[in-house]
């Protein structure tokens, strides 16, 4: 089966996945995005990469920091950017996606940056869109959230530039979580020896080992000697079925406390995708403390969007 | 109108042939296989020099559409897909709309089949009114208006008690009751084999256990009440050794897998192909083999196409949002052929599951070339390889898991009641 994400030279056509992409891309994106970060810091924060290009946020699903970095990404390479929230418009009138992308290409659109609620929409329509057009997955179902893996593994190369030498434990529902899914994916095509979930068997997946990750059910077995934690969001309407009892009850066995990062390498990073459930997954003095690196991710998350869009208008 | 069909290799497993003969009809009649009886001189002659010639196929699932769903596919396409696939009998789950729980709707149904003189279809009554649950069908009115058996399509039934009271009415009356096995609330929106494919895809899962427990009580409840059951579309490994145990234990159960089924796992999912999003999933390679050795030892009797049109624009949403199901009539036959040959099976051990082994559980006369029964035959060369792809297929719906791929056996004439219908 050819991969859709990569064209006939095996360079990047589209981003849908970290799955299935080989190292030498991971790095190309990573190492870009490194040249990237200082633009921030400039007076003028442009570049003209993408100058006279059109770069389409079409968002099925809601989105505050993802819709917004992307945004801010495609401004800083001098793209010209429509922004869509399309779950309050054209959907609610019956307009199916494809629909919508054929109208958008009809507006001369080269990029569509693509959130859907359903797992596989950014494969759907990079399967459907002409030849010229790229599409970036920014979050589909339980599937994927691409960047967002990048972004992590920039962050983490950031602080323990020695991936192949660490041991990374993601700690919550994995079972619903494209970032989870990518950040795995990431880490281990990195390189990374060492990849653990921890969670209740409720919030992981059926035959999630296979994905290659070591499973802990236990936070103080499976945050011991960990380089970096990484926390997942945990969705209010996971309360409401029989996933978990309550939420005090999660915060008491998987919430990271100071108590439970002290079982990690006293030098361990935490991060979190954001929007963090404060009280939930994570205490506020973790959030908040000197191991936490979560507020760097959002900035470097401009910087990783910056350089897939331009790679891809590149190729 | 006399047919003679000559010089073609012959297989009819309930009568145990497997060698060149010729084959003549009469009046709508298999007159004699072998030599022609005195007098006959054939209106026609068919020379099936190289090709293989065997009951018409019996599909124990074909979803034609009618009434309700005539923008997926209509009777006239159906049946046409039907006569080129080599097939001239099949059942039809109740699951139309609206449902087949009223006689004259299923007098309609039969009405309509007959006038286009194709295939003969035999439709599956409702068990509950309107498939509902909830209270049972006038099951002997049914019967009498021509339905062959009683099923839930794809809906189950929650309550116990009232599969327990249909099992049992339908137990008076000595009729079958089809049931697809599967546990609701553990397959509650899942679309994906519960495994490693799902947890990559970030698909709902439905588990293998959603069979397994539906297995458990359909056989349980059939036990009690002494209903004659059979379970539509096995997919696992662990349900296929459950019926294995049940035949073993005498009970009276029948079974049949869908020629997807023996052919795909969830690998062949891909990149979210919502061609391969079929009612069950497709499961492991671990499921895959087992039903193909079920298949083989005979615990599993039948084949079926599970025949699904869907038309193209509900294929095009994401894969859990797209509609289930694949056409199917048109592949029957040559996925059999590949099963058969990938595991090495003789050509007649394969026929068997297509033809006499779903007549049997319909209960009905087809499914052989003995002489004096109705002469529905397909005629095939099994060595015309052609390629799966929407110009090719009859079928209104073009979907299928298989598109692209390049089939050998290539059905030459099909002959319902001694009429041809295609070729």
């Keep these: ?122 494969h759907m329509i990079a399967k459907h869109v002409a030849p010229h057009i790229s599409v970036i997955n920014a979050g589909d179902g339980s599937h994927a959230h691409p960047t967002q893996g990048l972004l992590d593994v920039f962050t983490i190369r950031k602080h323990k530039p020695e991936m192949h030498n660490l041991r990374v434990a993601i700690v919550g529902d994995v079972l619903h979580s494209r970032v989870a899914r990518s950040e795995i994916h990431a880490l281990t095509t990195l390189g990374v020896p060492e990849v653990r979930v921890i969670a209740p068997k409720t919030l992981l997946p059926q035959d999630v080992e296979k994905l290659g990750v070591h499973v802990y059910h236990d936070m103080n077995e499976g945050l011991k000697d960990v380089d970096v934690v990484m926390m997942l969001r945990l969705q209010n309407e996971r309360m409401a079925g029989a996933m978990l009892p309550s939420a005090q009850e999660y915060f008491k066995i998987y919430g990271l406390t100071s108590e439970k990062l002290a079982l990690a390498k006293p030098d361990a990073i935490v991060m979190h995708p954001g929007p963090m459930n404060r009280g939930v997954e994570i205490d506020s003095a973790v959030a908040d403390g000197t191991q936490s690196v979560i507020l760097p991710q959002v900035t470097y998350g401009i910087a990783v969007r910056m350089a897939v869009m331009s790679i891809l208008a590149g190729n | ?133 909830k209270e049972i069908t006038e099951m002997c009115e049914l019967s009498e208006a021509g339905c062959v058996g009683f099923s839930q399509a794809d809906v189950t039934i929650k309550d116990t008690q009232v599969l327990w009271r249909a099992m049992q009415y339908a137990a008076t009356f000595g009729f079958t009751v089809w049931l697809r096995p599967e546990e609701p609330y553990l397959a509650k929106d899942g679309v994906a084999h519960d495994g490693e494919v799902a947890a990559r895809l970030g698909l709902k899962g439905i588990p293998t256990a959603a069979e397994t427990l539906a297995i458990a009580s359909i056989l349980r409840i059939a036990k009690e009440t002494g209903a004659k059951v059979h379970l539509c579309r096995l997919s696992t490994s662990e349900g296929v050794e459950m019926v294995r145990s049940a035949k073993k234990a005498g009970q009276q159960v029948t079974c049949d897998v869908s020629a997807n089924h023996l052919h795909l796992t969830d690998f062949d999912i891909g990149y979210f192909n919502a061609n391969t999003h079929l009612k069950p999933p497709v499961r492991s390679q671990r499921d895959k083999t087992a039903l193909s050795n079920g298949l083989a030892d005979g615990t599993i009797d039948a084949i079926c196409s599970d025949h699904t049109p869907v038309d193209d624009d509900a294929k095009l949403y994401p894969f859990a949002e797209a509609e289930a199901g694949a056409t199917g009539l048109e592949l029957l036959l040559p996925l059999t052929l590949k099963w058969a040959e990938e595991n090495k099976l003789k050509l007649s051990d394969a026929v068997k599951h297509i033809t006499q082994a779903p007549a049997n559980i319909l209960g009905v006369e087809a499914g052989d070339l003995s002489v004096n029964a109705s002469a529905d035959i397909c005629v095939f060369d099994p060595n015309q390889y052609w390629k799966v792809e929407a110009k090719a297929l009859l079928s209104q719906g073009k979907n299928t898991p298989f598109l692209g791929l390049e089939l050998a056996g290539k059905v030459k004439y099909t002959l319902v009641n001694g009429h041809v219908v295609h070729g």
């Design chain 2, 1 to 133: 109108m006399k047919i003679h069909i000559k010089n073609g290799h012959l297989i009819d497993p309930k009568n145990g042939i497997d060698a060149k003969q010729d084959i003549y009809i009469a009046a709508g009649k298999i007159a004699a296989i072998g030599n022609a009886p005195e007098g006959f001189v054939a209106n026609q002659t068919i020379d099936a020099t190289n090709l293989v010639i065997i009951p018409g196929l019996v599909d124990l699932s074909a979803r034609l559409r009618e009434p309700g769903f005539e923008h997926k596919a209509t009777l006239e396409s159906e049946m046409l897909a039907a006569a080129a696939g080599g097939v001239t009998s099949l059942a039809c789950p109740p699951d139309t709309d609206p449902v087949l729980d009223e006689p004259g709707l299923v007098e309609m149904l039969k009405h309509r089949a007959k006038q286009l003189n194709q295939a003969h279809v035999y439709p599956l009554g409702a068990l509950t009114h309107q498939l509902a649950g």
């Design chain 1, 1 to 122: 089966m050819l991969n859709p994400q990569l064209n006939d030279d095996s360079e990047l056509k589209h981003l849908l996945s970290i799955e299935g992409l080989p190292k030498r891309i991971l790095n190309q994106i990573l190492d870009t995005a490194e040249s990237f970060a200082g633009v921030a810091e400039r007076e003028v924060k442009k570049v003209p990469l993408l100058r006279g290009k059109t770069v389409c946020n079409l968002f099925f699903e809601n989105s505050t920091r993802t819709r917004t970095t992307f945004e801010i990404a495609a401004k800083r390479l001098s793209a010209d950017v429509i922004t869509l929230n399309v779950s309050t418009s054209s959907q609610s009138k019956g307009e199916t996606i494809l629909d919508t992308i054929d109208n958008l290409t009809a507006m001369h659109t080269d990029m569509f940056v693509v959130r859907h609620a359903q797992s596989g929409a950014a």
